[in-house]
């Protein structure tokens, strides 16, 4: 598979590429030490067991066990081939390869390919033909100018229905692939129609920045048809584990320290331009726990703002709701005036006004309590008591108290009431807090003594001593030449076959390098070179180590041994086997021998 790509080519893309970098743009990394540390992009988690070493290269979970270099993780990450994640690794690193990864590489995404030839289409429709002069006009009229339809890749899908299905067809799509694309639909008789008809289009995103599906705003009055229309689910397209302006978005935490969770793709956009490059937005449902997890990955730091209508600050309660039980989240929330939604604010007040609001977020706490207040009529002092015995309730949750005293002193000077009886109440939720917390923890712990865990058969486990010995195959002339005189075996075959393919590739190479032989080997053995390459592994070395190493191989071999002969005696004594009993403990006394 890397032969498709020269061998100098890799190597002059993997020099000048430094992997925290690349996979940063991906997942939140913190440096622990050597190592920069973060939550797994590959399997779901709380505290994080992903590790990417900047020296050697290398990144590994230790939760799933995934791990590799540069390449794997694009591969893994993005679903690509050797060769894009090659094209892709180059584009990071600003270095021209030419179009040798494109033109050979595998066809393994074809709907990617489809949706991003899509979008190409749409854009050129709404900027470059008559036919887009609508979508243009309707562009324009939503204040969207070249740069946000450039950025954006916004398009328009014309009113005729076989205009993308030609232009497609025409660059060797099968109908079988375009029908899969969900950018059509087939009639009765088998014909495919484009799905899209006289809406500006918004090409939405994987991780990766490619283009996996489209949502189209209608452009007529005509009510009667739904206002947006998406892409339907696909093998590369599931709207629970996508965000919009996500893979741009995630950029400018760097700069913004958070990101912007809102409502609609033209909130996104509006706030773009305002000057809120962080800012994403579900695909018109609630947020899942893939979408979280996503989020968590770059930023603890969550800034959502909804429409201010009721319907908008009743979602903002659901997603506020949805953080804060998934942990680990410090959140603001944006309340608008005048119930406007983020795009009609900016467009009435002007982008600096949006940026104070956007600054000035309420915290959860605030938040509930503002929406608490208007339950209650505060000027009847039942209602009053009522509001205050539920604010005070919702504080004592409050672990910090610091948190705690601030909002306290903020009921007791807006409601006209004392500090002191306010923290009496607080206490007395506090104790019973306290009494349900313990009442769990214990049932919880009662419960984990009844369940045994279970190991999985799948688990890999990783021999030290031959992890040792491949490290030193690998990295030292003389500690191969002085195994392969020994003529040692690893007894594990994937450790064997990892030796016979490191003589092999070294023989090829002429600097073979352990980074570069990961993208020579199946993909279920690059999992031993990474963690060979990731322990921390002495240099220094002795023919007696490697003897050692070695001798204590053959002792754990013939305790085996030993283990499984003395089962076969004793079984062969129950059947009073006299033949087989001699023999079995010939081999016994043999082993026990060369164990001296």
């Given at each position: 598979?890397?032969?498709?790509?020269?061998?100098?080519?890799?190597?002059?893309?993997?020099?000048?590429?430094?992997?925290?970098?690349?996979?940063s743009?991906?997942?939140?990394?913190?440096?622990?030490?050597?190592d920069?540390?973060?939550?797994?992009?590959?399997?779901?988690?709380?505290t994080?067991?992903?590790?990417?070493?900047?020296?050697?290269q290398?990144?590994?979970?230790?939760?799933?066990?995934?791990?590799?270099?540069?390449?794997t993780?694009?591969?893994?990450?993005d679903?690509l081939?050797?060769?894009?994640?090659?094209?892709?690794?180059?584009?990071?690193?600003?270095?021209?390869?030419?179009?040798?990864?494109?033109?050979?590489?595998?066809?393994?995404?074809?709907?990617?390919?489809?949706n991003?030839?899509?979008?190409?289409f749409?854009q050129?429709?709404?900027?470059?033909?008559?036919?887009?002069?609508?979508?243009?006009?309707?562009?324009?009229?939503?204040?969207?100018?070249?740069?946000?339809?450039?950025h954006?890749?916004?398009?328009?899908?014309?009113?005729q229905?076989?205009?993308?299905?030609t232009?497609?067809?025409?660059?060797?799509?099968?109908?079988?692939?375009?029908?899969?694309?969900?950018?059509?639909?087939?009639?009765?008789?088998?014909?495919?129609?484009?799905?899209?008809?006289?809406?500006?289009?918004?090409?939405?995103?994987?991780?990766?920045?490619?283009?996996?599906?489209?949502?189209?705003?209608?452009?007529?009055?005509?009510?009667?048809?739904?206002?947006?229309?998406?892409?339907p689910?696909?093998?590369?397209?599931?709207?629970?584990?996508?965000l919009?302006?996500?893979?741009?978005?995630?950029?400018?935490?760097?700069?913004?320290?958070?990101?912007?969770?809102?409502?609609g793709?033209?909130?996104?956009?509006a706030?773009?331009?305002a000057?809120?490059?962080?800012?994403?937005?579900?695909?018109?449902?609630?947020?899942?726990?893939q979408?979280?997890?996503?989020?968590?990955?770059?930023?603890?730091?969550?800034?959502?703002?909804y429409?201010?209508?009721?319907?908008?600050?009743?979602?903002?309660?659901?997603a506020?709701?949805?953080?804060?039980?998934?942990?680990g989240?410090?959140?603001?929330?944006?309340?608008?005036?005048?119930?406007l939604?983020?795009?009609?604010?900016?467009?009435?007040?002007?982008?600096?006004?949006?940026?104070?609001?956007?600054?000035?977020?309420?915290?959860?706490t605030?938040?509930?309590?503002?929406?608490?207040?208007?339950?209650?009529?505060?000027?009847?002092?039942?209602?009053?008591?009522?509001?205050?015995?539920?604010?005070?309730?919702?504080?004592?949750?409050?672990?910090?108290?610091?948190?705690?005293?601030?909002?306290?002193?903020?009921i007791?000077?807006?409601?006209?009431?004392?500090?002191?009886?306010?923290?009496?109440?607080?206490?007395?939720?506090?104790?019973?807090?306290?009494?349900?917390q313990?009442?769990?923890?214990?049932?919880?712990?009662?419960?984990?003594?009844q369940?045994?865990?279970?190991?999985?058969?799948?688990?890999?486990t990783?021999?030290?001593?031959?992890?040792?010995?491949?490290?030193?195959?690998?990295?030292?002339?003389?500690?191969r030449?002085?195994?392969?005189?020994?003529?040692f075996?690893?007894?594990?075959?994937?450790?064997?076959?990892l030796?016979?393919?490191?003589?092999?590739?070294s023989?090829?190479?002429?600097?073979?390098?352990?980074?570069?032989?990961?993208?020579?080997?199946?993909?279920?053995?690059q999992?031993?070179?990474?963690?060979?390459?990731?322990?921390?592994?002495?240099?220094?070395?002795?023919?007696?180590?490697?003897?050692?190493?070695?001798?204590?191989?053959?002792?754990?071999?013939?305790?085996?041994?030993?283990?499984?002969?003395?089962?076969?005696?004793?079984?062969?004594?129950?059947?009073?086997?006299?033949?087989?009993?001699?023999?079995?403990?010939?081999?016994?006394?043999?082993?026990?021998r060369?164990?001296?």
């Open positions: 598979m890397a032969g498709l790509i020269p061998e100098q080519t890799i190597a002059k893309v993997r020099e000048n590429i430094n992997i925290v970098n690349v996979i743009q991906y997942v939140s990394l913190e440096k622990k030490g050597k920069y540390i973060g939550l797994c992009p590959f399997h779901q988690e709380k994080p067991s992903f590790t990417v070493n900047e020296g050697k290398f990144f590994k979970c230790f939760g799933c066990g995934k791990g590799g270099n540069v390449f993780f694009l591969m893994e990450k679903g081939t050797f060769p894009e994640s090659v094209q892709k690794a180059a584009d990071f690193a600003h270095i021209d390869i030419g179009d040798v990864t494109h033109a050979r590489a595998e066809k393994s995404n074809i709907l990617i390919k489809i991003e030839q899509a979008a190409k749409y050129r429709v709404l900027v470059s033909t008559n036919a887009g002069r609508r979508g243009l006009e309707y562009a324009k009229q939503r204040k969207l100018d070249a740069k946000i339809i450039d954006f890749k916004i398009g328009y899908a014309p009113r229905n076989d205009l993308l299905l232009y497609l067809r025409g660059r060797d799509f099968q109908d079988s692939d375009l029908l899969k694309s969900g950018l059509f639909v087939q009639t009765k008789n088998g014909s495919l129609l484009d799905r899209f008809r006289d809406r500006l289009m918004f090409p939405i995103a994987n991780e990766g920045s490619y283009v996996i599906g489209f949502s189209g705003r209608r452009i007529a009055n005509d009510k009667t048809e739904a206002k947006y229309i998406n892409s689910e696909t093998k590369v397209f599931a709207k629970s584990k996508v919009f302006h996500f893979a741009e978005a995630k950029k400018a935490v760097r700069d913004e320290n958070h990101l912007v969770l809102y409502e793709y033209m909130d996104v956009i706030a773009y331009q000057g809120i490059k962080s800012g994403i937005a579900s695909m018109g449902t609630s947020l899942t726990d979408q979280l997890y996503m989020i968590r990955r770059i930023t603890k730091n969550i800034i959502i703002n429409d201010g209508d009721d319907a908008g600050i009743h979602a903002e309660d659901r506020v709701k949805m953080f804060d039980q998934a942990g989240f410090n959140l603001g929330i944006v309340i608008l005036p005048e119930k939604d983020p795009d009609e604010y900016i467009k009435k007040y002007g982008a600096e006004n949006y940026t104070k609001e956007v600054k000035g977020a309420l915290t959860p605030d938040f509930f309590l503002k929406r608490l207040a208007k339950k209650y009529n505060l000027d009847n002092d039942r209602e009053k008591l009522a509001y205050i015995d539920e604010a005070v309730k919702a504080i004592a949750k409050l672990t910090n108290p610091v948190e705690q005293d601030l909002y306290l002193d903020k007791a000077r807006e409601q006209n009431v004392s500090f002191d009886s306010l923290k009496a109440t607080l206490a007395r939720y506090r104790r019973q807090f306290n009494i349900a313990r009442r769990k923890e214990n049932s919880l712990i009662d419960q984990s003594r369940t045994t865990p279970i190991r999985s058969n799948q688990e890999i990783f021999d030290p001593i031959q992890v040792r010995l491949l490290y030193l195959f690998i990295h030292s002339t003389h500690a030449d002085y195994l392969l005189n020994r003529k075996l690893f007894p594990d075959e994937a450790f064997q076959r030796a016979e393919s490191w003589l092999s590739f023989e090829e190479q002429e600097n073979p390098s352990v980074n570069s032989f990961l993208n020579f080997i199946p993909s279920q053995l999992g031993i070179i990474v963690n060979t390459e990731m322990t921390d592994m002495p240099q220094d070395f002795s023919d007696q180590e490697i003897d050692e190493q070695i001798d204590a191989l053959k002792m754990r071999e013939i305790r085996t041994q030993l283990h499984h002969l003395m089962n076969e005696l004793q079984d062969a004594k129950r059947k009073t086997d006299t033949k087989k009993i001699m023999t079995i403990t010939q081999k016994i006394l043999e082993l026990k060369i164990q001296g």
